[in-house]
Structures are given as C-alpha cells and as structure tokens.
C-alpha cells in the first residue's frame, strides 16, 4: 500500500524556520510528481508547492520566496524548508502524490507561527 508520511512540524515563532519532511512507501518514489497542500481550520486547502521527477519546482503566490521544495529520491522523501513563517503560514500541511486516478495524500503536520 501507499503511505505518505509528513514530520518536522512544530511551534516556530514570526520570522522563523521549519523543515518538513514526507516520507513515502509503496510507491516508485521517482517516478512521481509531489506536492505540499496546506490547510488552516475552516479554510479550504491550498496548495503550497510541487516538484516533478525532473526536479521542476513550483510555488503558490503566498509562499514563492520564502518556501523551498526538494526531494531526495534514494531517501523516498521530500522535503519543505520554510524561511521567514508568518502567522498566516500557521496551517496543517499534507503531501501529495497521483497514481493514476488516484490521490494520496499524508495524515499532516502541523505548523504553528505565534508569538
């Protein structure tokens, strides 16, 4: 079966930093497109980040600059740095990955930016 895992999720204060991390198992790791989603409670789910087997990266508008998607395909893993968090950033955030008609995504790590 496919699992996605994420970790590194924590309390981080303004202007801090966090690295997140999506282990994966069951799955061709490399042969995959992944993604960070994020949501904050009551809000609909947004998409963060992605990075193709190529190591194409793409961000969304709230995070372009300050967000940083990697992937270490001998690891199974990708990786989210997170630079200069606002308090905005403060949301779950969940992996993703499409195996044909098929969506998996991770149980989420939380992210909380407070003072």
């Known amino acids: 079966q496919v699992q996605l895992v994420e970790s590194g999720g924590g309390l981080v204060q303004p202007g801090g930093s966090l690295r997140l991390s999506c282990a994966a198992s069951?799955?061709?790791?490399?042969?995959?497109?992944l993604h960070w989603y994020r949501q904050a409670p009551e809000k609909q789910r947004e998409w963060v980040s992605s990075?193709?087997?190529?190591?194409?990266?793409n961000y969304g508008g709230a995070v372009k600059g300050r967000f940083t998607i990697s992937r270490d395909d001998a690891k199974n893993t990708v990786y989210l740095q997170m630079n200069s968090l606002k308090p905005e950033d403060t949301a779950a955030y969940y992996c993703?990955?499409?195996?044909?008609?098929?969506?998996?995504w991770g149980q989420g790590t939380q992210v909380t930016v407070s003072s």
């Open positions: 993703r990955t499409v195996m044909g008609l098929t969506t998996y």
């Open positions: 069951g799955i061709i790791f490399s042969r995959y497109t």
């Open positions: 990075i193709t087997t190529g190591g194409t990266t």
